[in-house]
DNA sequence: GCCATCATGTAATTAGTTACATGATTAG
DNA sequence: CTAATCATGTAACTAATTACATGATGGC
């Protein structure tokens, strides 16, 4: 259900076509939320049935620009005041984390320099798209959240490295 | 796939009934997985058929227990340090922050109040339990993901006070 | 005896993934 | 002219949720 609400999210502060809000979903909601085109394009499809979002423009390549409607703000409007929070979540790095504990000593150096590797490459990422956003500061109020995936990288980050440090032990069982 | 090595790591950390993995997931791996005990028992009814895990005992009220068995462990290690992390994730909370920006002060006041009040209990549980774990203090092999989890929390935490702080000000749009 | 908890399942539906499929435009 | 990217869709399958369903045990 909460795609129907991501989507209303994104079209809310900025109308787009599916192909751009697939790639936005790759970009600013990275750390939020994934949804693929193929998923998408039915549920554009759904919230426009439902009078919440409308083909504001037609452009070319067949492609059409959705934007919120009244009906479609008020909806979003409901959800994120009136409604609890789905905490559930399904997040295969916290899992992975959560396991290495079982691995042999030399198994987990293996799995944790690859965890390594890949917050090395997030914080490469990050410090680009920081200095990008401190260059427009202001015009963009999505900021935080970009902000706030890195961050947590950050946690990982310096749980990993602790981990990394005495990898040669073996784990307290 | 991944509720299917889920199971096979909590079942190699600890042996256990289709019932008492339901609650540590809801428990232990609350901020990396979730599960519910109809979607547990068609899996676990997998993982037997492939061999991987096996009853170990036959307990009151028709309980099985289930353990990992050495393919399920060797299949487990094989997932861990050979294959790549599915990065991708949908966290509603992490959605919900996105859109703050969106809501009229009034609105996010609320919205944030919500989340604050959300933090405040996680808080409150996380002392419990850290005040548990650090009596057992050794013994359990899963300590970092509990602390794990929390301090995600306490950067949410941080992230929200800020925002509370200045939430009668107007979006920067 | 009854209620809470332990314990296990299935059925119907919705959500999400992967693969298949096609056409338009632009840059080289 | 051709490869990359833009742009949109559908079909088959798997994963996950919600609802339905049942029985055992223990404490009061």
New binding site residues.
Partial sequence: ???HYALLGMLASKPG????L?QRFDQSLRNAW??????I??E??RLDEAGLIEVVEE??????TWGITAAGREDLRRWMTETDTDR?V?NETALRYFLFGLLEPADRRVALERERKHLEEADEEFRTVAAHLEALDGPTPFRPVVDLGQRLNAVFSAWVDERLADADEPPAS
Avoid at 17 to 20: A, D, F, L, R
């Fill in positions: 259900m909460s795609l076509t599916g192909y751009e697939t994934h949804a693929s085109h193929s998923q394009y039915p554009l499809a452009g070319q390549r067949n492609s059409r559930r399904r």
